[in-house]
Structure formats: structure tokens, C-alpha cells
């Protein structure tokens, strides 16, 4: 941490603040220039806040040289991470999708979408069977029954599979019933109790970006992960809220090589909840793979019209083939390839 002090601060003043430094068990570095002194803390500064020195006489400001997010940064691990789900890698040269639909309805659709994931050339299943709705009306997902007919599914194609935990209660049921990789919510990113018990297992976690959480929040959401000892983390970007109602969310492009820059974790990006309409999805895709993201999350269902949730921004099987054939030369002109 740096403490800069005023150009009228007192002698007492830089020693109060040096004593607060040793106080804390840290060592000083000063450097006196012709205007203002400046005061290094030097050591593990992660007990020291800046409103400790800002309060004090003759402080001007004080700065944190290190980012608060450690484990997730890249100072820590200059290297990309790549998380393994069941052979299928995310994170490294290969654009990994994961498609599926937004809810688990019943058993005949949830079989008749794993195929169309299959054929459609994507390696990961997604389903929802506990959502979280704005309106307590609307339907909340089919519960533990969800969870098995998403695994029998998937089983049937040979899918490893994705699905929302919502409830830190469910936590035990979504190993029991061998979830591959947990997805936590844009409403749950900053659910602390929910991070810190993902971070105690041993299962890939997705983290999606909250509806108007910055790029610092979220990667601060990852470290309550990190810190309990689950690394396998992938930042996915589904759209932030915006002024504007023309499209459900705002897909934020900048954040993916923002990330990419701060962070040595993978970056995926959902473009179905950002568009929040289907003829929207192609297009945001695109816009993914080339700001570098390393993969997507898709909503596929076979009869999008008669979808019990979000049927608006769900692809059905002609569609999505169609996008996976304009994804792969894409990939290719980025250096890259289609899992």
C-alpha cells in the first residue's frame, strides 16, 4: 500500500502513519520529494485498508498496490487455466459451447435436446431445474426430478452436464446426483454463503456476471471461490442491465478481454440471456469468439414456441446447426477451434 501525503503534512503526521504501518507488522519504505513524502507499507498489506491512513492528519490519499482478487489474477499465475470437465477442456486452444434448454421440462424434451446437442456438434448439456423467475408465478423449474431427467439424458448422449444451483441446501443433492459442472446465477454472483460452499468441492463452477455487477465485483466473487480451495472457475458473461429496452441486456464485449488481461480463469459468454431473442444470438456469438472468449453457453430447444421458459431466445436444432457451421471458420480465423 502507498500512503501519499499532503504537501503541508507534519513531521508528526508522516511518523503517526509509519507507526500504524509497524503497528500492523508491516515495515516502511519512505521517499521524500520536493513536494510530498510518500509512504510505502511494505509486507502482506492485506490487513490494512485504505480508510485506516485516509482519516489521519496530512494524508492525502492512500492506494493498494496489489489487486484485493489474488488467486484469480494473473500476477499470481501468468499461465492460462484450462478446466477439465470429463475429457472436454475449457480454456484451451479449442471454443468449447454448451447448449441446451433454459428449463427442464419433461423427460421425452430433455432427451429430444441432448440429441439436438449431439448432432448439432456441442459437448456439454446444459438444463435448468430449479430457476429463479421475477415473477413467483412463473414456473420454477422441476425440482430434484429436473436433476434426473437432465442426467438420463445426458447419459443417453454420452454429455457431461451443466445446471444452477440456487439453494446452498441443494449443494449435497447436486453431488449426489453428480452434476458436472455448477452454474451459479447473475442473481446469486454475490451470494457469499453460496460461494464459499462451491468452494469447498471439487466440481468446475460458472460463475455469471450479476445484472449490474463490474468487472472488479465479479472477479472479487471468483477469490470467495478460490480461497476455499476450488480453482476450477469460468467466468461467464450473460449482459449487464442497461437504459436501453431494445434488447433484454447489454452484452458487454469489453469485458472478455478485460478478463483476459486480469485473469488467468476461462471466459465464456451466454448470448441468449444477453439478447434475450433468438435471431440475436448468431450475431452476439460472433461478437464473443473474436473479443477471445472460450466458449458459450447456448439455449437450444426442440420446439422453442412451446418452451416453458424463455422460449424467445431459445435456438431450435436448424438454427443451431446453422450457427455451430458459422462458428467454425470463425474460430479458425482466431487460431482456434470448434470443440
Avoid at 508491516?26 to 491512513?53: C, K, N, W, Y
Avoid at 422441476?142 to 440456487?166: F, K, T, W
Avoid at 459442472?181 to 446469486?188: F, K, L, M
Amino acid at each position: 500500500m502507498i500512503i501519499v501525503m499532503s504537501p503541508a503534512a507534519s513531521a508528526q503526521s508522516i511518523d503517526d502513519v509509519i507507526g500504524k504501518i509497524r503497528a500492523a507488522g508491516l515495515s516502511e519504505h519512505v521517499s521524500r520529494g520536493t513536494e510530498r513524502t510518500i509512504i510505502g507499507a511494505v509486507g502482506d498489506e492485506r490487513s490494512l485498508q485504505p480508510s485506516m491512513f485516509e482519516m489521519m492528519p496530512g494524508v492525502e490519499r492512500a492506494l493498494r498496490v496489489l489487486k484485493d482478487y489474488r488467486i484469480v489474477s494473473r500476477e499470481v499465475q501468468p499461465d492460462n487455466t484450462v478446466v477439465h470437465v470429463r475429457g472436454q477442456a475449457i480454456g484451451g486452444g479449442a471454443v468449447q459451447v454448451i447448449a441446451g434448454p433454459c428449463a427442464v421440462e419433461t423427460a421425452p424434451q430433455m432427451q429430444q435436446a441432448a440429441r439436438l446437442v449431439r448432432e448439432g456438434g456441442a459437448r456439454l448439456l446444459r438444463g435448468g431445474a430449479f430457476k429463479p423467475r421475477t415473477s413467483p408465478y412463473s414456473f420454477q423449474g422441476l425440482g430434484v426430478a429436473g436433476l434426473d431427467h437432465l442426467q438420463e439424458a445426458a447419459r443417453q448422449q454420452g454429455l457431461p452436464v451443466v445446471s444452477e444451483l440456487m439453494d446452498i441446501r441443494l449443494l449435497d443433492t447436486f453431488l449426489e446426483y453428480d452434476i458436472d459442472v455448477i452454474e451459479i446465477g447473475a442473481r446469486n454472483m454475490q451470494n457469499t454463503d453460496l460461494l464459499k460452499e462451491v468452494g469447498r468441492i471439487n466440481k468446475p463452477v460458472i460463475l455469471k456476471r450479476g445484472l449490474s455487477a463490474t468487472v472488479s465485483e465479479w472477479l472479487m466473487a471468483a477469490e470467495y471461490i478460490a480461497i476455499g480451495g476450488n480453482h476450477n472457475i469460468i467466468f461467464c458473461e450473460r449482459g449487464v442491465r442497461s437504459f436501453d429496452p431494445a434488447a433484454r441486456n447489454t452484452l458487454d464485449v469489453t469485458a472478455i478481454p478485460l478478463l483476459k488481461r486480469e485473469t488467468h480463469l476461462p471466459v465464456i459468454v451466454d448470448p441468449s440471456h444477453a439478447g434475450g431473442k433468438a435471431w440475436l444470438v448468431p450475431a452476439l456469438s460472433c461478437a464473443a469468439l473474436a473479443a477471445g472468449a472460450d466458449g458459450l453457453m447456448l439455449e437450444v430447444h426442440p420446439d422453442p414456441a412451446q418452451a416453458w421458459c424463455d422460449g424467445d431466445q431459445a435456438l431450435d436444432g436448424a438454427a443451431f446447426g446453422n450457427l455451430m457451421a458459422q462458428l467454425r471458420p470463425l474460430a479458425q480465423v482466431m487460431g482456434r477451434s470448434l470443440a
